[in-house]
T-cell receptor, first 114, second 116 residues
Framework: AQSVTQLGSHVSVSEGALVLLRCNYS??????LFWYVQYPNQGLQLLLK??????LVKGINGFEAEFKKSETSFHLTKPSAHMSDAAEYFC????????????FGPGTSLSVIP | NAGVMQNPRHLVRRRGQEARLRCSPMKGHSHVYWYRQLPEEGLKFMVY????????ESGMPKERFSAEFPKEGPSILRIQQVVRGDSAAYFCASSRASGGSYNEQFFGPGTRLTVL
């Protein structure tokens, strides 16, 4: 069965500092991996996804993530945090069965300190 | 091209009443997924539907919850005799036909249900 863990339910960084949000997954087959962002009282927006190919994936708003199979990780990074990055971030995994069932992690709330 | 639409955005019900949540998928999408987000938690899969068919309802509570996606009109998530524990944000997502290559799920803005 697939599962996703996110280390740290709350992360605070200073504006301009590196953002690192951790995600580890378990999957019995090569997974599809995703990061979503949720702003307060809004729906989910896809930041980036890994389906195959290059293990370093670039997304919107300057975010990127690296798929490391040996570590079963898909950590999200951004070199310099901006105040507008404050939001809830969800890592997710999908396994191609009869359809693309997405399993979400519990989320990490990112605060950016001015 | 309009995205996934959900209504109402906010719904308040008293215990014992019924809640009906609607989801209109993106144009060209025939697959609908419902997720529930409890306070301080991630999204949990509830049900996956195609037109007139429930494909996977493994995440649906056994009682009081039902979902449909008729040939015409939006998908409906129905909660009968709501209880306070049903208070949550309910998100709908849609995708093109599944199978073959990956088909991205696009999420709606959610319906926030409050049970008094």
């Amino acid at each position: 069965a697939q599962s996703v863990t996110q280390l740290g339910s709350h992360v605070s960084v200073s504006e301009g500092a590196l953002v690192l949000l951790r995600c580890n997954y378990s999957s019995s087959v090569p997974p599809y991996l995703f990061w979503y962002v949720q702003y307060p009282n809004q729906g989910l927006q896809l930041l980036l996804k890994y389906l195959s190919g290059s293990t370093l994936v670039k997304g919107i708003n300057g975010f990127e993530a690296e798929f490391k199979k040996s570590e079963t990780s898909f950590h999200l990074t951004k070199p310099s945090a901006h105040m507008s990055d404050a939001a809830e971030y969800f890592c997710a995994v999908s396994e191609k069965t009869s359809y693309d069932k997405v399993i979400f992690g519990p989320g990490t709330s990112l605060s950016v300190i001015p | 091209n309009a995205g996934v639409m959900q209504n109402p955005r906010h719904l308040v019900r008293r215990r014992g009443q019924e809640a009906r949540l609607r989801c209109s998928p993106m144009k060209g999408h025939s697959h609908v997924y419902w997720y529930r987000q409890l306070p301080e938690e991630g999204l949990k899969f509830m049900v996956y539907l195609q037109k007139e068919n429930i494909i996977d309802e493994s995440g649906m509570p056994k009682e009081r919850f039902s979902a449909e996606f008729p040939k015409e009109g939006p998908s409906i998530l129905r909660i009968q005799q709501v209880v306070r524990g049903d208070s949550a944000a309910y998100f709908c997502a849609s995708s093109r036909a599944s199978g073959g290559s990956y088909n991205e799920q696009f999420f709606g803005p959610g319906t926030r249900l409050t049970v008094l």
